[in-house]
């Protein structure tokens, strides 16, 4: 069988020198001693319990040498395998079900019937009550801690908007703003040029100044000075009520 357990990692001649110990100094030391364990002093004090409260069940059901190997190594494969591929519970359970049905039913080469039902029931108990009861305990120390350190930076500068109303001290009357508007159209339409009245009167035609009694304020070159002036402007086109056929 090639998952065999019974003295894979202690001899008969170990296991008979460990129960011949008669203090729990002497069995931890010697634990110590023939168990490969973790390089982190808390890991292997952690470790060191778990196989001798196994060894200790072990000798309170009066195994025999074969047995108590047996279940030394059915604790420490379970538990390597547990912590090294970082299994759940549940799969860390059907394990160590796995490698207990094989010491437990003898039907060669797959398994041996090295435990009895009833041993094959305590030793589940045993596990249940206080390996797998405190797994997670188990892998919180048994997990490697990874510390990540982060940094942020800001790389580009965001505008703030400007206010959306202006303070009270910069107010301004709404009058005195619609005139400031008004006079700056003014500005735009006629900058650089000449503003003139013209007046209808003076082109001789009672008709056209009736209707034009208000002043017009226009951005034109110098008004002409007579009517054939007047058709003959550039600026023409600026007075249509001219083009009236009754206007002669």
């Known amino acids: 069988m090639s998952?065999?357990?019974?003295?894979?990692?202690?001899?008969?001649?170990?296991?008979?020198e460990y129960l011949s110990l008669v203090d729990a100094p002497s069995r931890l030391a010697f634990l110590r001693a023939v168990s490969d364990l973790p390089d982190d002093a808390e890991l292997a004090a952690i470790t060191l319990d778990l196989y001798q409260y196994a060894m200790q069940f072990a000798q309170r059901r009066g195994f025999t040498a074969d047995k108590v190997s047996a279940l030394y190594s059915l604790?420490?494969?379970?538990?390597?395998?547990?912590?090294?591929?970082?299994?759940?519970?549940?799969?860390?359970?059907?394990?160590?079900?796995?490698?207990?049905?094989?010491?437990?039913?003898?039907?060669?080469?797959?398994?041996?019937?090295?435990?009895?039902?009833?041993?094959?029931?305590?030793?589940?108990?045993?596990?249940?009550a206080g390996y797998f009861r405190h797994y997670m305990l188990y892998k919180y120390a048994?997990?490697?801690k990874t510390e990540m350190r982060f940094a942020t930076y800001y790389t580009r500068t965001v505008a703030v908007p400007e206010p959306f109303m202006l303070p009270m001290g910069?107010?301004?009357?709404?009058?005195?703003?619609?005139?400031?508007?008004?006079?700056?159209?003014?500005?735009?339409?006629?900058?650089?040029?000449?503003?003139?009245?013209?007046?209808?009167?003076?082109?001789?035609?009672?008709?056209?100044?009736?209707?034009?009694?208000?002043?017009?304020?226009?951005?034109?070159?110098?008004?002409?000075?007579?009517?054939?002036?007047i058709i003959s402007h550039p600026s023409f086109t600026a007075y249509p009520c001219l083009l009236h056929p009754n206007f002669n």
């Not at 395998?81 to 080469?109: C, D, G, I, T, Y």
């Open 3 to 16: 998952r065999q357990l019974t003295w894979k990692h202690l001899s008969v001649e170990q296991v008979e």
């Open 170 to 229: 910069e107010a301004e009357e709404e009058e005195k703003f619609l005139a400031r508007q008004e006079q700056e159209k003014l500005d735009q339409l006629g900058t650089g040029s000449a503003t003139f009245h013209i007046s209808m009167e003076t082109l001789g035609c009672a008709t056209v100044a009736q209707k034009f009694s208000r002043r017009a304020i226009f951005s034109l070159p110098p008004p002409p000075t007579c009517l054939g002036h």
């Open 75 to 128: 604790a420490k494969e379970t538990h390597e395998s547990s912590m090294n591929n970082f299994w759940p519970a549940r799969r860390s359970f059907e394990h160590f079900k796995e490698l207990l049905l094989m010491h437990s039913v003898q039907r060669p080469p797959y398994s041996v019937g090295l435990y009895t039902l009833s041993d094959a029931r305590a030793i589940t108990d045993f596990f249940s």
């Open 142 to 144: 048994f997990t490697k």
